[in-house]
T-cell receptor
Framework: EAGVAQSPRYKIIEKRQSVAFWCNPI?????LYWYQQILGQGPKLLIQ????????DSQLPKDRFSAERLKGVDSTLKIQPAKLEDSAVYLC?????????????FGPGTRLTVT | AQKVTQAQTEISVVEKEDVTLDCVYE???????LFWYKQPPSGELVFLIR??????QNEISGRYSWNFQKSTSSFNFTITASQVVDSAVYFC??????????????FGKGTHLIIQP
């Protein structure tokens, strides 16, 4: 079974530029999450989708971050404009259902460096 | 508010030693779920265990064991006879319960485990 796919794996941009990350969850997984992991810290949830609807975006900096999950499958996370503090690894995870019953499977992440 | 504390930033032991990673959590929920993940140098998070608040039985899986104690809000992880391949960052996490189906995880800052040969 294929795992969670993410691209690109690495991205370097200058501050104030925009960037987009792509995630393809495991086939059949209805729930999709985006996490931000700053160096030396644990992942922090940014947004959760259930099918193509947003369930939780309370920690998403909405002035610069946006995400969508068209057709309830792939998802895109965008940052516009980027700041230096956005340098981090962006992890996508998917799950068949609720985290209490099903585990979250994580992708390899996209490492973003903002200069 | 929910919080997960992993007080040990880094632990270094010699191979074959036993090592325990501490995790203390805070939540107001009566029902909750706890997790441990491993993050090797490759960066991908690997699921190790899930435990719900109703089940306080300790669990053993090979060289890994987990001790869940609600009375002290702790969910500690022990590796017996450690091996170099166990070297990684280990995260303890708590399922968010902000309602409306939200169930993302709240992670601790992680413990960097170094197993020296």
């Amino acid at each position: 079974e294929a795992g969670v796919a993410q691209s690109p794996r690495y991205k370097i941009i200058e501050k104030r530029q925009s960037v987009a990350f792509w995630c393809n969850p495991i086939s059949g997984h209805a729930t999709l999450y985006w996490y931000q992991q700053i160096l030396g810290q644990g992942p922090k949830l940014l947004i959760q989708f259930q099918n193509n609807g947003v369930v939780d975006d309370s920690q998403l900096p909405k002035d610069r971050f946006s995400a969508e999950r068209l057709k309830g499958v792939d998802s895109t996370l965008k940052i516009q404009p980027a700041k230096l503090e956005d340098s981090a690894v962006y992890l996508c995870a998917s799950s068949e259902g609720l985290a209490g019953v099903y585990e979250q499977y994580f992708g390899p992440g996209t490492r973003l460096t903002v200069t | 508010a929910q919080k997960v504390t992993q007080a040990q930033t880094e632990i270094s032991v010699v191979e074959k030693e036993d090592v325990t990673l501490d995790c203390v959590y805070e939540t107001r929920d009566t029902t909750y779920y706890l997790f441990w993940y491993k993050q090797p140098p490759s960066g991908e998070l690997v699921f190790l265990i899930r435990r719900n608040s109703f089940d306080e039985q300790n669990e053993i899986s090979g060289r890994y064991s987990w001790n869940f104690q609600k009375s002290t809000s702790s969910f500690n992880f022990t590796i017996t006879a450690s091996q170099v391949v166990d070297s990684a960052v280990y995260f303890c996490a708590l399922k968010r319960t902000s309602g409306g189906g939200a169930d993302g995880l709240t992670f601790g800052k992680g413990t960097h485990l170094i197993i020296q040969p």
